[in-house]
């Protein structure tokens, strides 16, 4: 955390360039069914109004892959922060030439800009100088709270710092980093971590690293049948990653060898196929017969891991515990909400699916920190530096 935060630095009547992510879902009829996004970035515009800066915002949406795309404009986001900022924000249609710079030279104290999709060039995703640097000269400073993207070295997170110094954090990133280091740099033990998901494969890094920093692990979801596979057992037609059975066992031994508790569910929920309509069964671990599969954590294994929760002081939790989008095999994850959410731990979650299943359960108020970012969250519990975050300016 050496690195400079907005409050660090002089945006006083400045023009600062704010890098955000705006990159809402839309419902069907085209309209933002969740402005999550767009409201966890309002702390940052909110200060730099108070400081009466000159507040040009940047951000992609979308995947248009460098070409012009309607369908992935930004204006309805400007129009939902209008109404949440209860201010005009001038939408401007593209985030490079003329427009764009006459409307920066006209700018009040006070003003608040949008530039339109930055992904409509591929300059962005490519990182490419000229791009960064005409970003960088429409401000004095620049300013990056989109987390959600830290992971990636595009031309507005990362290149454009080349080129406009200071370059500090926002609230948002100020945010998820300190909750971050709280729970994996100097964590109040035990920390016990959760990880669930679809496949081993995704997460590995994951794995490798926090088998070095925590004092418990447990695993649910499809990834643990390649970890029980590993260890002998019939797993039927689950989930399985037949490449990554020898790494499952390693992770195993290596776990042992650091004295890190590792936990897999001793019972499942099982169907012989994956939909609503399916007959299911609960059984122990080692009686899932060949032609069913295993699509959730039994009751037994929340039991299990509800104890090995009980006096842990840190958590962090990626993953659902099985396939929670259907009802029937939603009851381990969503009970494993529950547990988390009423823990005396710091509690930390992280990755869209366990942020969805979470909301489902509405017990979002109660876990400490839920991180906006996918990707950039898993990048950190790999124990990576994020390429936004580097670039940063130091403190002196
Ligand atoms: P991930 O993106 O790796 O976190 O995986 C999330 C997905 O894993 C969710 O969509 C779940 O439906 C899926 N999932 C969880 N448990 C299982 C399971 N036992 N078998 C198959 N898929 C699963």
């Known amino acids: 955390m050496n690195k400079l935060f907005v409050d660090d630095i002089d945006v006083k009547n400045k023009r ?26 309002l702390p940052t515009i909110n200060y730099l109004l108070d400081e009466d800066a000159k507040i040009i915002l940047i951000s992609h949406m979308g995947r248009p892959r460098g070409k012009k795309d309607p369908k992935l404009s930004l204006a309805p986001v400007a129009k939902r922060l209008q109404r949440l900022l209860q201010k005009d924000v001038l939408f401007i249609k593209d985030c490079r030439g003329d427009e764009v710079q006459q409307a920066v030279e006209k700018m009040q104290s006070g003003d608040v800009i949008l530039l339109e999709n930055l992904r409509f ?106 970890f029980l596979k590993s260890q002998g057992y019939e797993i039927g037609k689950s989930l399985v990653e037949e490449n990554m059975i020898d790494l499952a066992r390693e992770i195993l031994e290596a776990a042992k060898k650091e004295g890190v508790k590792l936990y897999l569910p001793v019972d499942a ?70 547990i988390v959410a009423n823990s005396y731990a710091m509690t930390i979650v992280g990755g869209g699916d366990t942020d969805v299943a979470v909301h489902r359960v509405g017990e979002s108020y109660k876990i400490s920190y839920i991180s906006t970012g996918g990707g950039a969250f898993l990048e950190l519990l790999e124990g990576k530096e994020l390429p936004g975050i580097a670039a940063l300016t130091s403190k002196r």
């Open 269 to 338: 929920v099982i169907a012989e196929e994956v939909n609503s309509r399916a007959v299911t069964k609960i059984v122990p671990i080692q009686e899932i017969p060949p032609n069913w599969m295993g699509l959730d954590i039994g009751p037994a294994s929340t039991t299990l891991f509800a104890q090995v929760l009980e006096n842990a002081k840190t958590i962090v939790w990626n993953g659902p515990m099985g396939v929670f989008e259907i009802d029937a095999f939603s009851r381990g994850t969503f009970a494993l909400v529950n």
């Open 121 to 226: 060039y591929q300059e962005e995703e490519a990182n490419a100088e000229g791009f960064s640097k005409q970003l960088a000269s429409l401000a004095e400073v620049f300013v990056n709270d989109a987390f959600a993207t830290a992971h990636r070295k595009h031309a507005s997170n990362v290149g454009v710092t080349k080129f406009l110094i200071p370059a500090a954090g926002g609230f948002l990133l100020k945010k998820e980093i300190t909750y971050f280091e709280k729970a994996m740099e100097n964590p109040v033990r035990p920390l016990v971590a959760i990880l669930g998901g679809a496949k081993v494969s995704g997460k590995i890094e994951v794995l490798k690293n926090l088998v070095t920093r925590v004092d418990k692990i447990i695993i649910g979801g499809g990834m643990a049948f390649t």
């Open 16 to 41: 600062v360039l704010v890098r955000v992510d705006f990159n809402v879902p839309f419902d069907s009829l085209g309209k933002i069914s969740d402005d999550t996004r767009i409201r966890a970035v």
